[in-house]
Structures are given as C-alpha cells and as structure tokens.
C-alpha cells in the first residue's frame, strides 16, 4: 500500500509543478491519449532529435504533417477539466523544420473554446513559445487540447517535434522591493531610497516595503531609471504593465521603456487619489512586437519644475491584454469595466468593484460591470472620476451611463474642478430592479473648463442598509438628435388648440420650467392646459414636409399631473389619414421622456401635422 501512495503522489507531483499545471512533458511515455487526424501521424515518448539550451529533455512528441490536408492536427482528452482561472499562459516548446509558420494550440469542450497561434520564427531548433489563453479564465469545461503545425496554409509534408506542454501564471513580476532594490533603479535627479518601509499599507498594497522617490524640485522631467543592460523587456504577451503608487499629490505619471535600436514607448496615467496607495495600468501592447526595450523610466509630475513631492513606488509587473486584445481602445468611454477603464477614480473607489453583471437585458448584455456599495453614514457620498486636464465637451457632451438601482433614487450628475463654475443636473431612478440607459445634456457645458466627473446616488438622502448600484458602460457622445422644438426662444411650431377651439381643446403658452431637472434641465417650456373635451388636442402644422425616412422617432419630454395615464402623438397623412401611437406615463410629476415610433408607417410621405 506505502508503494502505491508514493506512486500516486510522485505523478501528482508530476503534473502540477510549482507554479506551472505540467499537461505534458514525455518523460516515461505520453502523459495523453493523442490523436492524429486527417492523414497526419503521430509517435509520443520518441527520443530527442536535437538536444539544446532551451530542450535538453530526452523524450519529445511527433506529428507529421501530410502533403493532402492544410489542417493537420492533434486531439486528446484530459483526465478532468482545464483550470485556466490562473495559469493561463501556455507554453510550449516547437521544433520546426519550416519557418515563417505558425503553431496552433486550443483547448475546447463543453461548448466552449479558447484557441491562440502564434508565429514560428525560427527554423530547425527549439523554441519555447508562450499562447495567451486567458481568454478562457472563465470556462470551466475544457476538456480537450487540439495542436496543429503549419495550419491552414499550403499542404506541406513535414515532421515537426513539442515537448513541456504547461500552463503558467501569465505575469512578469519585475519589482517588489522585498529583497532589495530588484531593478538597480537609480534616481537621476532627486532622491531615491530603496527598499523603505511601506508608509500606509492598505487593500491595495499591504506588502513590506518599497521604493520612496523625492522630486528635486530643479527639473520638469525628473526621472527614475532602471537599465536591465542587454536584458530586454518581453512584451509579446505581457505588455500590461502595473504599478502600485503612494503620491504625496494629485498629479501624473508617465512610464517609458526605450533601448537601443528602436523607438521608445511611453503612456501617462493619471494620479487622482493622494496618500493612499492605488494601482495604475500602462498598455504597451502597441510594442508587443519590440525586441530592443531594456531600460523603464518613470517620471512623477511630469513637466512640472517646480514640485519637490515624496512618492512610494511598488509591486511592477506585466499581464498579458487577455479577451481585450481584440478590443479598440475608445477615448470616449470612461469606464465599460471591461477593457476600456479609462478614468482615475478618487472619492468613492473603495466602494467600487468589478463584478459579473448580476441582471443582462436587452439594455445591457455586458459580462463585466461596476458595483458601487452606498456608505451608510454619508448622504453625499460621491464616485468622483478625475481627469488632471480639462475635459473636452465641444462635441462629446452627452454622458451616457446604464444604471441598475434597487430604489427610485434621485441621482446627481457634475462637472467640476476647472476654470468654470461647476455644473449640475439633477436626475431620478424610477424603472428599478433593471438595467435602464440615462443620457445627461452636458452640451451648454461645450466651451466650458471642468477637470471632474461626480455622480451621487440618492443624493442628499439617507442611504439604506444594502443599498447597492451596478453601473456601466460611462461614455461620453455626440448630441445627435434634431430638436424640433426647445422654446427657448419661443414656439418654433405654431401651438394651439386644435382649430383654435379653446373650450374645448384647451390653451397653450410658453413658460419657464417649473422643475429644471433631469431629463429636462431647460430655462423654458411648452405648457398645455387641457379644454372639456374627453380628446382634448394640441396641435402643430409643419412649415414642411414631416420625412420619416431615416427617423421615424421621435422623443418628446413630458411633465404630466399626477393622476395622467397617456399621451398619444398624431401624424396626419393625406392619402393614409391620421396615424397615431400610445404611450403610459409612468412618472407622473416628474419630467420623463416618451418615445413615439413611427416605423411601422414609413412608408408615408405626405404628413401635414
């Protein structure tokens, strides 16, 4: 029985090294049950053809590709499902006798896939390549491993020989001050010390110590410099780079990586929160195919002379971009939660977390989204977004935001922390327990200089044990939508009463606003007073023609009394006659937003009212 536990532990061992899930290596004959599929052939636990630095393990696998099929490939199960939540880079060695080609490694199962090539660079030696799969972090029912060689190209007869299948924690760990200054970091101008006890460890950085970096106050672009000699930065997966700061101020840092041989690359990010640690994120997945990077330089409060701050420094490492590899990076979105997070959040981030959406509709399908937990002893706690900079608003001043509230909540809405006055409007949650979509008009805030972005939930009010909001998709867009009328200057359309019957259509005037709030803000309004009739009817003749066409909504925003049910819209046709749609109000007193869809009916082209 001792001999048979010994045995079982030793191919446990064997399977799970370290910190790498070891899938297959050889070493005593093939772990797996490969596969070889369409006419391509397969030996495993064969001896190593070419010994080297990189595989010096004396038993390697074999698939031969035929000169038929342009998808030669291996399959084999796993004894249980892959575990990719963490170590999901895999690697793999190739022997190659073909070069430029690619390699093609997938696991799939369940229904689910995640799959990465990779390109073949060198020819007849070994190579270690790394496949980012951490696009499949999630999936829990891969069962599969499916490898090909030369996939999809020419068909092409060839032998081409992998070893030390394994998965690894898809990080680069490059600084953590723990045993000494791990980079050689030098301070070029104002003082470094490292290591130095952390002065206000936290959930984001409770590590012993760090880096502490005093800005001379003598030199716009100060800097910190670490040279790794001919060493360089590999940024072909891990091109994530993070690092945790403690600044002394709000301000920016800027990351840069040069070398000799090729451009630099350089991102800034911006420092919103002081004296508490946080983690800033540097995409330098642009220079993912850079070979030449061996120095990272870091400039605390760039381009400002004069500033003679303290900054702690910690914990720099890379992670490979993931499922967002494939996204494009939009400037216009403060923060999707999943891959464009483009904002420094200052009051409220440590009520603010990453969660899975906890209710996808129609309105909002997203994965990922932001959970913001109330403080309970605050009635104007705030997410406070901080963009150093003024923020242009000359085009894009339309805030667009999905929210999920448990309440109807009134919501506030500012801009502040420029050269303007600050702006607010107000709004209110009233569709609860779902996802619903909120634009906010920011467009008379166009030429105007604001740093911050605020929002309050339940402004003003007491928060309630458990209030929690998930909140998603923060972009800013264009106003795309034609007012036909605003009264700000008046009626544009000639208002009244049906055929100027005013006893029994009622009267119509321009007034200023009597509750300027979310989602209408504007200084004046149309007012209708309805007349005795049971269809009571306010009407406009249009000074042209009414084209549906291309918009065949139209959107109109409505203050109703309490106790009103409905308002109908009426297009009148001379070949079809009146058409009309419905819609509840379902906020009565309160300002809402009503939408009247004419689609059915653009077919008609001569309305009159």
């Keep these: 029985m001792m001999r048979n536990l010994t045995l079982i532990l030793f191919l446990m061992l064997g399977f799970l090294s370290g910190y790498a899930q070891v899938y297959e290596d050889f070493e005593g004959g093939a772990k797996l049950p490969w596969s070889a599929v369409n006419g391509a052939s397969y030996e495993g636990g064969i001896a190593n053809p070419s010994k080297d630095a990189v595989n010096n393990s004396d038993f390697v696998g074999k698939l031969s590709n035929n000169d038929q099929s342009d998808f030669c490939f291996l399959i084999t199960d796993l004894p249980a499902a892959a575990d990719l939540s963490t170590l999901n880079l895999l690697k793999m060695k190739i022997w190659s006798p073909i070069a430029p080609t690619k390699a093609l490694l997938k696991f799939e199962g369940g229904g689910k896939a995640v799959e990465k090539f990779v390109d073949i660079t060198v020819a007849n030696q070994w190579v270690d390549y790394s496949f980012d799969l951490s696009g499949g972090a999630d999936f829990t029912t891969l069962t599969k491993i499916l490898i090909a060689f030369n996939p999809f190209t020419t068909p092409q007869a060839a032998d081409f020989y992998f070893d030390d299948i394994r998965g690894v924690e898809a990080k680069d760990v490059y600084e953590t001050f723990e045993t000494g200054n791990e980079m050689g970091w030098q301070g070029l101008d104002g003082t470094l010390e490292a290591p130095v006890d952390n002065p206000a460890p936290n959930v984001v950085n409770s590590t012993a110590k760090v880096g502490k970096y005093t800005k001379s106050g003598a030199h716009s672009y100060s800097l910190l410099l670490a040279d790794r000699g001919t060493a360089t930065f590999d940024l072909s997966v891990n091109n994530q780079f993070k690092v945790q700061i403690h600044a002394s101020a709000a301000t920016q840092v800027l990351f840069k990586m040069e070398g000799p041989g090729g451009p630099a690359v350089e991102k800034i990010a911006n420092i919103g929160l002081v004296n508490q640690w946080q983690e800033y ?329």
């Design 281 to 609: 994120t540097f995409d330098f997945s642009a220079a993912k195919e850079y070979k030449h990077l061996t120095k990272a330089i870091l400039f605390f409060d760039p381009g400002v002379e004069t500033s003679a701050d303290v900054y702690h420094f910690d914990n720099i490492y890379a992670v490979p971009q993931g499922a967002c590899s494939t996204v494009t990076p939009d400037p216009k979105i403060v923060d999707d939660f999943e891959c464009n997070r483009n904002t420094t959040y200052v009051n409220g981030w440590d009520s603010l977390t990453v969660v899975s959406n906890p209710a996808p509709n129609g309105v909002n399908g997203s994965a990922k989204v932001g959970r913001y937990a109330d403080p309970q002893t605050e009635q104007w706690a705030a997410l406070l977004m901080d963009y150093q900079n003024p923020i242009d608003l000359s085009t894009n001043n339309q805030l667009k935001i999905k929210i999920w509230s448990p309440r109807a909540v009134p919501v506030l809405f500012k801009l502040e922390g420029g050269a303007s006055p600050a702006k607010e409007i107000w709004g209110n949650v009233t569709d609860v327990n779902q996802w619903v979509d909120y634009v906010i008009d920011f467009s008379d805030q166009a030429i105007a200089s604001h740093k911050k972005l605020v929002l309050f939930f339940n402004a003003g009010a007491d928060p309630q044990p458990g209030d929690v909001y998930f909140i998603d998709n923060i972009e800013w867009g264009e106003k795309t939508a034609a007012d036909l009328e605003t009264f700000e200057n008046g009626a544009f359309l000639p208002w009244e009463p049906l055929d100027q019957l005013t006893t029994i259509h009622g009267t119509f005037e321009v007034v200023n606003n009597p509750s300027a709030v979310a989602p209408n803000t504007s200084a004046k309004v149309g007012k209708y007073a309805k007349g005795s009739s049971a269809f009571s009817t306010l009407a406009a003749v249009a000074p042209g023609v009414i084209d549906i066409s291309s918009k065949p909504q139209y959107n109109v925003q409505v203050w109703a009394p309490v106790g009103a049910k409905t308002v109908i819209m009426q297009l009148e046709s001379v070949s079809a006659g009146n058409k009309e749609v419905e819609r509840p109000i379902k906020n009565a007193g309160n300002w809402e937003t009503l939408s009247f869809d004419f689609t059915s009916h653009q077919g008609i082209t001569d309305w009159l009212l």
